[in-house]
């Protein structure tokens, strides 16, 4: 059963197109193809749109995509199935797709699951394979670059994290948000109560850690340095409008 708190209107794919689409010259002509799938343990809406994502992060190597679990399915009571506390959810995870529907959208905007959200300026059901392709097909460039390396460091090896671009694009993006977004590769939990009681479900991407790395002004640094994801693990970089604004540019942890 998928949860729906709130929905706002549906716009149609042109009015989205423009809105995915880049104002600001770009310093990368490389496409900018970011997927963020909210979803739960506790949510039957919820496995295919999980299935979805594995396929196509199993098929198109140029998608960045990461899987957060939300929590407000954890107390809900199925029957007498009861419920289900998702091992992956957290509060926070919740809070920034609450964010994301009050920061405004195309598409079908909400808090519900499962909800997928391209480039952190559409929205749709996870599961609706066509309407996330096409938004896929129309999103725009990066604004910046953004170079992750493995560095030497004193206590080993660290990722070495670079955002750049000329002096007028990185006066377009002052006052953006950059963050690392940690994940587990993939996981596979028996569900024992709630509405997918009794499957095995298996997950992709799943997000465990969210770190802001700072905001870009004219006295923040460009570069970072951040711990080396442990195995099994990976994470992508994000260069975002505010915490929950358009995304501006963003990478993969090699």
């Not at 708190?5 to 990368?28: G, Q, Y």
């Not at 295919?48 to 190597?61: I, K, M, Q, V, Y």
């Not at 107390?75 to 405004?104: C, I, M």
Request: charged share 15%; glycine share 8%.
């Amino acid at each position: 059963m998928a949860m729906k708190i709130s929905v706002r209107r549906i716009l149609p794919l042109t009015v989205v197109a423009a809105m995915l689409h880049p104002a600001i010259s770009t310093a990368s002509e490389q496409p900018l193809r970011l997927i963020e799938l909210f979803t739960s343990h506790g949510c039957s809406s919820c496995p295919p749109a999980d299935r979805l994502l594995g396929e196509l992060l199993e098929n198109d190597s140029s998608l960045m995509a990461l899987e957060y679990h939300v929590d407000y399915w954890d107390t809900l009571v199925h029957g007498g199935d009861g419920s289900w506390k998702d091992p992956f959810s957290s509060p926070e995870f919740t809070a920034r797709q609450r964010a994301y529907f009050a920061a405004g959208m195309a598409g079908q905007a909400g808090v519900y699951t499962p909800q997928v959200v391209v480039n952190g300026q559409f929205a749709t059901v996870g599961s609706d394979r066509g309407r996330l392709q096409r938004a896929l097909e129309q999103v725009g460039s990066q604004q910046l670059d953004i170079g992750i390396d493995e560095i030497s460091a004193a206590n080993g090896r660290e990722l070495g994290i670079k955002v750049q671009g000329s002096a007028a694009q990185l006066e377009a993006v002052q006052g953006a948000s950059l963050s690392l977004v940690r994940y587990i590769d993939s996981a596979v939990t028996p569900v024992t109560a709630g509405e997918n009681k009794d499957l095995k479900l298996t997950n992709h991407h799943i997000v465990h850690a969210v770190e802001a790395l700072g905001t870009l002004d004219a006295q923040s640094p460009l570069s970072y340095a951040v711990p080396v994801p442990a195995p099994d693990e990976g994470c992508v970089v994000i260069l975002q409008q505010g915490a929950s604004g358009p995304v501006l540019a963003a990478a993969e942890c090699p």
